[in-house]
Nanobody, 115 residues
Framework: QVQLVESGGGLVQPGGSLRLSCVAS????????MGWYRQAPGKQRELVAT???????NYADSMKGRFTISRDNAKNTVYLQMNSLKPEDTAVYYC?????????WGRGTQVTVSS
């Protein structure tokens, strides 16, 4: 079994920055696909940024240039640096891991962008 624990969310003013972290524990295989999705109230969950199984990065268009995903395989951790945050970035951010056909989700961390 895999557990994903997100951290780093919070309240930030427009234009501010946050760094999210997600630590995976349990049986972790490499390569895997690991990344971030988000869900705003009343909306469907959407891709934010992810590493593919081949090690490439994939960003949603609205996040390109503002968000940066990185990972530390030795720590089974993926990060999301979010800059120039906007009110429309307000959502619950979920960590996702896909390995050997299995999909795991974290419980999410709330990000609120408001003045």
């Amino acid at each position: 079994q895999v557990q994903l624990v997100e951290s780093g969310g919070g309240l930030v003013q427009p234009g501010g920055s946050l760094r999210l972290s997600c630590v995976a524990s349990g049986i972790i295989f490499l390569p895997n696909a690991m990344g971030w999705y988000r869900q705003a109230p009343g909306k469907q969950r959407e891709l934010v940024a992810t590493f593919t199984g081949a090690g490439n990065t994939n960003y949603a268009d609205s996040m390109k240039g503002r968000f940066t995903i990185s990972r530390d395989n030795a720590k089974n951790t993926v990060y999301l640096q979010m800059n120039s945050l906007k009110p429309e970035d307000t959502a619950v951010y979920y960590c996702n891991l896909v390995q050997r056909g299995s999909v795991s989700w974290g419980r999410g961390t709330q990000v609120t962008v408001s003045s």
